[in-house]
Nanobody, 124 residues
Framework: QVQLVESGGGLVQAGGSLRLSCVVS????????MGWFRQAPGKERESVAR????????SYVDSVKGRFTISRANAENTVYLQMNSLKPEDTAVYYC?????????????????WGQGTQVTVSS
């Protein structure tokens, strides 16, 4: 059974940084394209960043380009999201997700496995 566990969320002031981690177990990590999503209260879940199996392909939603970086360490079964220059509008629960069907994917429905989420709160 594939399990994903996120960590690294917290409360930070605007302009600060956080690094989220997601450890995957129960499957072959290098077979999964990975994604980070976020969901703010009253809003739909939004794809923030995606990375291919090897890490050679990444993409981002426009609102985080230049501020967030997705990366992965296949030897450690871990995907990261480095978040810099955080803004209050980045406040949300952040989820990592895994999928084995596509090189990279942006749709919630493309992902097969999900973590439980970690709260990120950015104060102004």
């Amino acid at each position: 059974q594939v399990q994903l566990v996120e960590s690294g969320g917290g409360l930070v002031q605007a302009g600060g940084s956080l690094r989220l981690s997601c450890v995957v177990s129960g499957g072959t990590f290098s077979n999964f394209g990975m994604g980070w999503f976020r969901q703010a209260p009253g809003k739909e879940r939004e794809s923030v960043a995606r990375i291919s199996r090897s890490g050679g392909i990444t993409s981002y939603v426009d609102s985080v380009k230049g501020r967030f970086t997705i990366s992965r360490a296949n030897a450690e079964n871990t995907v990261y999201l480095q978040m810099n220059s955080l803004k209050p509008e980045d406040t949300a629960v952040y989820y990592c997700a895994a999928q084995a069907q596509h090189v990279i994917a942006t749709l919630v429905t493309s992902y097969d496995y999900w973590g439980q989420g970690t709260q990120v709160t950015v104060s102004s």
